[in-house]
């Protein structure tokens, strides 16, 4: 059994359900991506997953407790989560914003410890932000941004990360920075990635696992390979598309099958 | 970041924030002695120092400084530190610099509910005006909450409605203060100016109760307020209880709002300005509770200095000159805003 899963999960806002009854096991080690057309419902996955919604039938399971009976900060401890969009303080620097991520860890009136500088210190050197740690973090680059987003993140040194929609309004070069970081955290320090992503490719070529969904339920889940087939764009997104293989990785490459204006 | 620790328990805070704290209570301590100085009559310092704790020193000294001088200063200081904490929770909470509680309608609400009591039971003691005040601001905050809330808090909503809502609290104060018997109005009138003038040991006593019970789970949640300026699915992924952190946050900082008001009546802008002074002398990233409350403390004592030195026969109400540094600041606020700045 794996350590986060949703079980025949309903989740909403209240009214119509968004998400309407899924199965999901979020394998440990590995990075997961979740895909689908707007609207699908992965974002609204992703933050029951992480506790932010409680669904209103089914369960979600994190180490085989029913995640709403734990206490906040007990979850806190076990997944992290990068919003999509955070707000950072005015005037706050690099290292004060990845500080916060240990607050989890922290209580009141207890002072700063070295557990807490070490996992701050190991955040700005995994995201290669040591050099800049005292820049604030209003005056960084958008790529800069994320990157010290996802140290806070890394921070709260949790087994599982939830990062919903990660690349967002960065430029390509920043996206495929932050997805190499992603997959170093995860292969390096073995935690657990689950992430909203909009770029087939970036989930066909970073993720171990794809969820695919389409109006609020999972219409497949496997590997790159399996998922993303002629079909199943077909099916979840109503594209014509053709799957090659990237010229790089091998791994599958989805281009519309029609050509500028509709033209085969 | 520094690090004061007391055995197993510990703050942390920065450098900076530390020195500009050390420093603002410094002054603090050496305007209170100029307030207990100030005025006619010979008095040492010494003298005023032991007239302020009670030891007795002799005939002028211990009245004037012992039960005018002392008990008006202290009340300014700890009023203006209410104010300087009730302002900096609501605008962190709402994440904008104009939520004060003088500002939308809160401190309005207090009013019509003290006049209220008095109007009721008449002026019986302090601390039933004060709970008439915690009653018509806690109303007057839900009223502002229900009526700004659409799938959370609408903050340009909030502010409307806190506006709106404090001009109702304005007229129902009027209506009461013409049913009152003539003499309870006029000095129901009086005490709704502002001010801390006449203000005795008792009055101290109670801003203190008050403080000291608001003030520790005001801190007790400051972690949580700091988180919760990054959003509310952050501060929760963070392990912060939003709803229940915020509720509390928002009960305490209208009780301490609500307190000043019975107290002193209510007084403009500290709850404003306070904390905006804090936050740009300590830069901190976010709120800043501590100073805010020691510059909203500085400021209201200042202002009643300041007052009490003018050539006029009357002595002027320490509102007035409060809102001399407040309305500037909150034209300058509109301005930026207006130029499409942070509102």
Redesign the interface.
Known sequence: MTRLQARNAVIGYGGDPIVRGVDVEVPDGRITAIVGPNGCGKSTLLRALVRLLHPTEGTILLDGEDIHRMHTRDVARRVGLLPQSPIAPAGITVKELVARGRTPHQKVLRPWSAEDETAVLSALHSTALTDIQDAVVDELSGGQRQRAWIAMTLAQDTPVMILDEPTTYLDIAHQYDVMDLLHRLNTRQERTIVMVVHDLHQAARYAHHVIAMRDGVVAAAGAPADVFTEDLIREVFALEARVLADPVTGTPLVVPAHGPGGAR | ?R???LG?????THRRTFAVGLIMSAALAALLVFALMQGQSNITVLDSLRAAVGIPVGAPADFIVGQVRAPRALTAVLVGAMLGLSGAILQSLT?NPLASPDFIGISAGAGAGAVLTLWLVGATSLWVTAAGAAVGALTVAALIFALSFKRGIVPLRLILAGIGMGFVAQAATQYFLTRMDVHEASNALGWLVGSVTGRTWTHVTVAAAVLAILLPPV??HA?AL??M???D??A??????VAAARGMLAVCSVLLAAGAVAITGPIGFIALVAPAIALRLT????VTLIPSALMGALLLLAADQVAQMMPTTVQLPVGVFTAAVGAPYLLWLVWRASRGG?A
């Open positions: 970041m690090t004061l620790t197993p328990v510990g703050i942390t994440r801190l007790w972690r700091r988180t300026e990054m959003g699915d952050a929760r992924a963070l392990g912060i209880r830069r901190n990233a976010g942070p």
